[in-house]
């Protein structure tokens, strides 16, 4: 099992340009999530998704998009990019709501 | 979710049993307390999660107190790769999402 893999691991955006955070699980888990963690912080959640097809937003959602069109993927997609974006992001999965998440290694965004 | 307050931050001898507080006194009867910990600019890690009963894993032990007022995260033989922040959360089995606070910074010295 490679557990929550995204990529890219690190990535440099000018403003206005747009790019998609992936992220893939293969353990077959319904709940998916993302988070975002700017220095010094707690993560704050992006989007979540219950299962294929269906995505919910979360505390900070503005400026981004996700689809959730299998079990396995859940992309995020950063339209038009601004400095505020410059954080950490994290995916984690779980298979069900009450057990542990289980979180990928992060991609690291700045935007200039 | 009921909201929680951790130390900011904590040390800890090597070899020492980690004692990590945390306060949820305004916890209801379907929450559970969720503990992970976040090694530097890893992704967070699951610990360990209970409801009323005292829980233990391989990891840690989870000690929450018979009014459910607060719980106490106990890493037995603390070790430098334990230096981490500790996230305790509570949050009920029906909630989607998982709200992290600040935690504590536990620093594990030698």
């Known amino acids: 099992n490679a557990g929550v893999t995204q990529t890219p691991k690190f990535r440099i955006l000018k403003i206005g340009q747009s790019m998609t955070l992936q992220c893939t699980q293969d353990?077959?888990?319904?709940?998916m999530y993302w988070y975002r963690q700017d220095p010094g912080m707690g993560l704050k959640l992006i989007y979540y998704s219950v299962g294929a097809g269906i995505t919910d937003k979360g505390e900070v959602p503005n400026g981004y998009n996700v689809s959730r069109s299998t079990t396995e993927d859940f992309p995020l997609r950063l339209e038009l990019a601004a400095p505020s974006q410059t954080s950490v992001y994290f995916c984690?999965?779980?298979?069900?709501?009450?057990?542990?998440?289980?979180f990928g290694s992060g991609t690291r965004l700045t935007v200039v | 979710d009921a909201k929680t307050t951790q130390p900011t931050s904590m040390d800890c001898a090597e070899g020492r049993a980690a004692n990590l507080p945390c306060n949820h006194s305004t916890i209801s009867g379907n929450e559970y307390v969720y503990w992970y910990r976040q090694i530097h600019s890893q992704g967070p890690q699951y610990i360990i999660h209970?409801?009323?009963n005292n829980e233990t894993n391989e990891m840690a032990s989870l000690i929450i107190t018979e009014d459910r007022k607060s719980s106490t995260l106990i890493l037995p033989h603390a070790t430098l790769r334990d230096t981490a922040v500790y996230y305790c959360?509570?949050?009920?089995?029906?909630?989607?999402?998982?709200?992290f606070g600040q935690g504590t910074r536990l620093t594990i010295n030698p």
């Open positions: 353990m077959n888990h319904n709940y």
């Open positions: 209970g409801l009323k």
């Open positions: 984690a999965s779980s298979l069900n709501q009450g057990l542990g998440y289980t």
């Open positions: 959360i509570v949050r009920s089995q029906g909630a989607q999402k998982l709200v």
